[in-house]
């Protein structure tokens, strides 16, 4: 089984490569009650937050009920470094009495668009056909059960120091606005992996301090109605053109 956490696609996109190539189910993690089916081979594929994991797959993964299985691994997609995550994820799992056998990274556009531009579709179609290749690499250090740290661009556990209180800041709701295209849809409280977001006269109304900051409200606006601070709107949205979510 590959457990994914995925707001716009590319873990999503991820996993379901893998489990298809493996003949195996890909399985969002939202929904879960933390125990795992009994398999041979577990796989997580998480994005990278900030050099880290989400707040939603460290909740996950600080939950897990499950025996070891005969071969675990994770994958981190990222933008510019999958950071400290194999770490990270190694020492929750090590606290359920789980550990991986193998960690690997994809790089795939960066979704963080208060910071990256995604508005050329060349440019992201290109990054993403050049993720096909490492995900086929992946693929097949899985498929012969390799061992080892295969993360490229990653980063020491000390750099956690600097992105775990970045991140917390980040997750502040209060840098969401909607400007007056929003159509009262309710697509953006309905995809809030964090509950975040409730419809009040047909507005959506952040209700949480803090929520995931996964962007997924943003990116999946049909109007393009929210925006994180004042880079978003120039930067565009982006959803994986190889899979729904």
Not at 34 to 49: A, E, H, K, Q
Not at 117 to 129: I, Y
Not at 143 to 153: A, L, P
Request: glycine share 8%; hydrophobic share 35%; aromatic share 10%.
């Amino acid at each position: 089984m590959i457990y994914y956490f995925s707001a716009t696609g590319n873990s999503k996109y991820v996993a379901e490569k893998i489990a298809g190539a493996l003949g195996d189910e890909a399985r969002s993690i939202q929904g879960c009650d933390g125990r795992l089916s009994r398999s041979d081979v577990i796989g997580f594929v998480t994005p990278t937050y900030v050099w880290g994991l989400p707040e939603i797959v460290k909740r996950f993964f600080s939950a897990l009920v499950a025996e070891q299985p005969g071969y675990a691994f994770l994958v981190a997609t990222y933008g510019t470094s999958p950071g400290f995550t194999g770490e990270q994820a190694r020492k929750l799992l090590g606290e359920r009495d789980l550990s991986l056998d193998a960690l690997f990274s994809v790089r795939m556009p960066d979704n963080w668009t208060p910071a990256f531009d995604l508005s050329d579709p060349d440019k992201v179609a290109e990054t993403n056909r050049k993720a096909d290749e490492e995900v086929s690499e992946v693929i097949g250090r899985i498929e012969r059960r390799d061992h080892g740290n295969f993360m490229r661009r990653a980063m020491p556990y000390f750099t956690s120091r600097v992105s775990l209180p970045e991140y917390e800041k980040m997750r502040k709701t209060s840098h969401f606005t909607v400007d007056d295209t929003c159509i009262g849809c309710g697509l953006c409280a309905r995809k809030c992996p964090d509950r975040a977001i409730e419809m009040r006269d047909g507005r959506p109304v952040w209700v949480k301090e803090r929520c995931i900051m996964c962007l997924g409200c943003l990116h999946c606006c049909p109007k393009f109605a929210i925006q994180y601070d004042d880079r978003t709107r120039e930067h565009g949205q982006y959803r994986h053109p190889g899979t729904r979510v």
